[in-house]
């Protein structure tokens, strides 16, 4: 917050001193309908030329500066979303779109089956939902949709901020592309599936806007209690009148005005508004998009989450972890020679094995030489590449004579893969199957990796020389924070199409609570069925046009922007980093949403104890002198005193609003930690903090009237 | 309740100001032994301590067995009512209200016909005001009395009138919390039980057995059990004295163990019959302390969760201890000032007495006294009514105590739930918008009821005369008269005359509205919570046992109930107390 943030959002503050807009909100509201009562007295008093005028005009002012920073509250929290507003506004310009007619041009006038179509030129808000559009390398596409033919690279910066370029193609889970981001090759296909002014876009804009902001139901229900307590105190305060009235003590309506506003929950009714904007801004900040700020509030009570293992808790594929030798074998000759099967294996399993080899990250294998071959040395012109095939399940190289690696007189051939076919490649080339080899292989299989022999051929005789192990690599800090949410109450459940075996070797490394292993998209339906009927909520991310039910199902489901835009349809958040482990974070960041509220609203209500004692005994320590014991503060004069406890009460609002904006703070405690902990912050401090604050205000409102 | 100012018989009149020799009488009697008042609340806890178990254990199994007595299933017979029908919450309420509805208009048509009916003792028809704020203030189980007992009502009105709504009043307590309970271990369902069996249990099973026990030990003590009528006695001066009997003790032990209040004698306990010394004072304060003490432990046990009964448990406790321990030191710090001279104090009871028993009355919704309430000191005074204020939640009323603790426990729940990160939940049961509606309307309705009333009076000059004390004492005794009425509680300070028709009429509605509205709101909740499916508890559910929660539920009380009336007794007590 700074003085240009301040300054953009006066405008807009002042606008929603609308009563009509102000209504929604029962707290502010009372406040406004007491600033304008005050008015009309300090009005009355001024003409008058009453004592008390100067008084009753500082109550006012500080009662429509009360209204007015909740109402800033509200404008800044909605103003740091309108920058973000107009940038993808900026994108959605209007673009000529070429629809494809489902009409065949007639046959033999074009040669090429690609343009059997005729195509003509309309305005992108003309599309309807179903039109079929062309979209050539330069051009914006106009409107969500598939791909339904084609392969392009675009860039989806306009949305996702990423500036690298994505692959889109039909079919399969890359087919959905977004209106707005431009293709830069190639030439796509797409069918359009949502309609000018409800595309991803559109909605994207409303959202960061708020202007499609509703309230959330746990917003409701803490607005249905800020509007009790409001009643209460109104209640209490105009019955106050009469009573005191009987007791001969009858205050100013100013003063009666002043008691009901401090103690209304006005703090936490200013900034409710704001917290909730903050916590949908929260997750725009980290380029996830929820459709409603329900779906963040259901976030903070997520109690289960459904977390695909590939991509998620691992690394998208298995990498080589070790190298073990065959005896007689030295580590360094292994690790060379399965470098060099792999040298030309574009596979990720393939760049792991050189990676391993060329950074060893166990002890068990050591650095290879400097000296080792780089790749473009090693793949000489006359090196023969043998490709990984389905029947022969290898892949390597056949080195020529004279080549670095080969200090022999013959072709050397090196050949990494799967064990059988391995053996059967050793054995019919005068080789055999190590015992401890064997063996290897079968532990790594028991533990759910995968073994990949390692054999070289000189002409003469084959051999094994070793083992590689690949294995699914747990990301680092996965198992820390699968016990953070083990601590917060949130059971973790991973979902693979790994058998058993190895799905549970990674659940085991992982930590994760649950795992189920062979899964199918019907299978995270019924976990997400079977969770719910015992009443927990779950949360999930997909992709994929199968995930679209479970994703539907979920209380909170994370569809990736990479993904198709039936499981964007489905979800009801959208990741635009496509980052599944992101799910976490929108957790926390739901749970801070509403550790906000409550703190805020606890700190508000504890307030109130403080300012009784700041304007009880002013109102009636004419009458009874006595009550003069109740000031504890020892505030300098009942006038200050009322003042002084209206001053703080607006200024609070001020002070907090950083605090609503950023939100408290979110820790992965358990319940009681976290419960005991806020307490004490915004419990106690909301108590004392006033007793202090009222203090300081009345001192300098002394200190100016010596000085006046 | 009443003690002199009962139905007109006269206010307790304007007293004196400035030094008076009684005084000096007063400070010696009120002095407070603070080791004997220690020891006094000793014995009850370990008396309570000792019975809250059991009898939670029997209470739970009492409201849950499937098996009805047979003189049950004869009751049930001869009035048609079908004791399986599991009953929607708005069924249960309705019974409930038909009930009650019923109960007023019979208990009206028997005190106005008391002339015509057997056992009257002489007595005619009760007036028509008196006798309507009467009925509602039984039925209502408050017992505030607006007339004087030895002088209205014969045994025929009192026992099987009067009497009987104090078994029932009490029931229905019981039975709204036993509904409510229900309401959060049920799950997907909207029914909560059978009014009319928790009713029949209530009455029988449980207020029936411990009355008969409790009654021998009252006799036991020295409370009088007669059918004599009025005794005529000579005394030594040659003055003849009238002294009525009757059939006390068995009145008494409903009047304390129902929380109800009504006394027999226009003196409550403060009657040598009613009360006659510090031991059956102590066990007098142990019947109204019994119940409402003991039903933490059954909601423990119904909700399966002891450690929840416990909590609850010890917020009620904290209250009672602290509170009984400021009335003591009130009483004795400020006898004699202000208005009071301690003329409606009993010196045998003392400081000790006075404070144990004043404290239990008021933060029950019991309204029995053993002292004019109306002569306690002001802050005394004051304190009685903060009791009052808090909502009766330590323990509370017989039911209502628990079911009030229990709503402020939703509130609790909704602020501490958030502060967890959660969206709140009580017991596995959402607490959204639906269920902060009427908990909302819940809180606000007895603050409403209280400053309304009291703000409507002291405006109107011909009801403000009903209290004609002068200065913040007036006022005090109109805002007490609504603050109880409304709470249902029925201690006065009995110089208000509220038999008035329009007083009579205003207290009646706060009667009314007081235990009705809530109750409406407490069994709505409950089918709220009983349609939902249970959320299962994990380490990020804000746990509702524990000291916690019991901080926050006590904040809670504190803030959310006390602090609305702070302006208010800032004009009353505490202007009159700190008068300089």
Known sequence: MNLTTLRAALPLALSKLNPRLMIHSPVMFTVLIGSILCTAVSIQQLILGSSTAVFSVSVTVWLWLTVLFGNLAES?????????ADSLRSARTSVMARRRSSALVPAGQFADTQQRYSEEMVPGTDLVVGDVVIVVAGELIPSDGDVIEGLASVDESAITGESAPVIRESGGDRSSVTGGTMVLSDRIVVRITAASGKTFLDRMISLVEGATRQKTPNEIA????????????????????????????????????????????????????????????????????????RAVETAGDVTTLLLDKTGTITYGNRRAVAFIAADGISANQLIETARLSSLADETPEGRSIVELADFPTDGGSERLDSGALGATQALSADVEVIEFSATTRMSGLNLPVGHLANPGSTVREVRKGAGSAVERYVSERGGSLPAEIHQAVENISGTGGTPLLVASYDGERAQILGVIHLADVVKPGMKERFAELRAMGIKTIMITGDNKITAAAIAAEAGVDDFVAEATPEDKLAVIKAEQESGRLVAMTGDGTNDAPALAAADVGVAMNSGTSAAKEAANMVDLDSDPTKLIDIVGIGKALLITRGSLTTFSVANDVAKYFAIVPALFAATFP????????????????????????ALIIVVLVP??????????????????????VYGLGGMIAPFIGIKLIDLVLSAISTIG | MDYFGAGGTGAAGVPARGPHPAREVVNAAMELNAFALATQIAVLIVALGALHQPLGKYLAATFSSHKHLAVERGLYRLSGVDPQADQHWKVYLRSLLAFSVVSIVVLFLFQLLQGVLPFNQGLGSVDPWVAMNTAVSFVTNTNWQTYAPETTLGFGVQMLGLAVQNFLSAAVGLAVVVALIRGLVRAQTSNLGNFWVDLTRGALRVLLPISIIGALVLIITGVVQNWGGTDIHTLVTGAQQTVPGGPVASQEVIKLLGTNGGGYFNANSAHPFENPNALSNL????????????????????????????????????????????????????AGTGTSLGEGLEQRFGANGTALFATATTLTSTGAVNAAHDSLPPLAGGLAMVNMMLGEIAPGGVGSGLYGLLVLSVVAVFIGGLMVGR???????????????????????????????????????????????????????????FTSAANNNGSAFGGITSSGPALATMLALAMFF???????????????????????????????????????????????????????????????????
Request: hydrophobic share 60%; aromatic share 6%; charged share 10%.
């Open chain 2, 423 to 481: 969206t709140p939940e009580m017991l596995g049961k959402k607490v959204g918008a639906a269920q902060m509606k009427l908990v909302a309307i819940y809180i606000l309705v007895t603050p409403t009821l209280v400053l309304l009333g009291t703000a409507i009076t002291v405006s109107i000059p011909a009801l403000a005369a009903a209290a004609p004390a002068e200065g913040p004492h007036g006022f005090s005794e109109v805002l007490y008269a």
């Open chain 1, 659 to 680: 605090l609503a904006l950023r939100g408290v703070k979110y820790r992965a405690v358990s319940a009681a930690q976290a419960l005991s902990r806020n307490l004490l």
């Open chain 1, 76 to 84: 800044i929290a909605e103003g740091r979303g309108k920058a973000q």
């Open chain 2, 514 to 580: 007081g235990r009705f509205l809530p109750i409406a709101l407490v069994l709505a909740l409950a089918g709220s919570f009983a349609k939902q499916r249970k959320i299962p508890n994990t380490a990020g559910t804000l746990a509702t046992h524990g000291p916690l929660f019991a901080v926050l539920l006590g904040a809670v009380v504190l803030i959310l109930t006390a602090l609305t009336y702070f302006p208010a007794l800032a004009l009353g007590p505490a202007a009159e107390g700190l008068l300089k």
């Open chain 1, 222 to 293: 803490l607005n249905v209690l800020l509007a009790s307590l409001t009643i209460v105190f109104v209640v209490a305060i105009m019955t106050l009148a009469p009573m005191s009235a009987f007791a001969n003590a009858l205050p100013s309506p100013v003063v009666l005005v002043a008691l009901v506003v401090c103690l209304i929950p006005t703090t936490i009714g200013a900034l409710v508004p704001a917290i909730g904007i903050a916590g949908m801004d929260r997750l725009i900040q980290r380029n996830v998009l929820a459709t409603s700020g």
């Open chain 2, 283 to 334: 066990f007098e304060v142990f019947l109204i302390l019994l119940i409402p003490f003991s039903l933490p432990a059954m909601y423990g046990r119904m909700v399966g969760d002891k450690r929840q009964g416990y909590t609850l448990l010890s917020v009620m406790a904290a209250f009672w201890i602290i509170s009984t321990a400021l009335m003591g030191w009130a009483l004795a710090a400020f």
């Open chain 1, 626 to 649: 006595g009550l003069g014991l109740l000031n504890i503060m020892g505030l300098s004069s009942p006038q200050n005193a009322i003042l002084s406890a209206v001053i703080f009460n």
